[in-house]
């Protein structure tokens, strides 16, 4: 009998997703409560060669797009649920849609912090971002776990 029903790489690409979501959204709300980035100890004066004087569109951004996106991601990737609006977006039409996202969400966590690197002060947490963007290029594309996104198999719905 087997103790997990998906492989490792699956599970850590999961936790992957949620430690993001959370931070994101976490980090996202306090810079749009507190524009000038002081509950996260950030300095306005960081933003200088950015096109933003405080932190409100950059923590909207961060809000959806390392925050609510990757929850989405992960909710798709464990129900396999189906949505129209997302396989729209989907360049991998024999994929779930959620494997596709998931590999989106790397390349969006490590353009996001790229960007960050070049427009602003350095920040603790953007190696670890960067890092958890390519793992989740990584586990995406390991073969087990795009075995299990196949339209053509029994786990997509």
């Given at each position: 009998?087997?103790?997990?029903?998906?492989?490792?790489?699956?599970?850590?690409?999961?936790?992957?997703?949620?430690?993001?979501?959370?931070n994101g959204?976490?980090?996202?709300?306090?810079?749009i409560?507190?524009s000038?980035?002081?509950?996260?100890g950030?300095?306005?004066?960081?933003?200088?060669?950015?096109?933003f004087n405080?932190?409100?569109?950059?923590?909207?951004?961060?809000?959806i797009?390392?925050?609510?996106?990757?929850?989405?991601?992960?909710s798709?990737?464990?129900?396999?649920m189906?949505?129209?609006?997302a396989?729209?977006?989907?360049?991998?039409?024999?994929?779930?849609?959620?494997?596709?996202?998931?590999l989106?969400e790397?390349?969006?966590?490590?353009?996001?912090?790229?960007?960050?690197?070049?427009?602003?002060?350095?920040?603790w947490?953007?190696?670890?971002i960067?890092?958890?963007?390519?793992?989740?290029?990584?586990?995406?594309?390991?073969p087990g776990?795009?075995?299990?996104?196949?339209?053509?198999?029994?786990?997509?719905s």
């Open positions: 009998m087997k103790l997990f029903k998906y492989s490792f790489f699956f599970y850590l690409l999961c936790f992957l997703h949620i430690f993001l979501g959370i959204t976490i980090g996202g709300i306090l810079l409560l507190k000038d980035g002081s509950l996260l950030m300095q306005t004066g960081w933003l200088i060669h950015s096109p405080n932190y409100i569109i950059p923590g909207l951004l961060l809000f797009f390392l925050g609510t996106l990757p929850l989405l991601i992960v798709g990737l464990v129900k396999k189906s949505w129209q609006k396989d729209a977006l989907n360049i991998y039409k024999n994929r779930h849609w959620a494997w596709t996202f998931s989106y790397g390349i969006i966590s490590i353009t996001w912090i790229t960007v960050q690197l070049v427009l602003t002060q350095n920040f947490i953007q190696p670890v960067i890092i958890i963007g390519l793992l989740i290029i990584i586990c995406t594309m390991i776990v795009i075995k299990q996104f196949e339209s053509n198999g029994i786990n997509v």
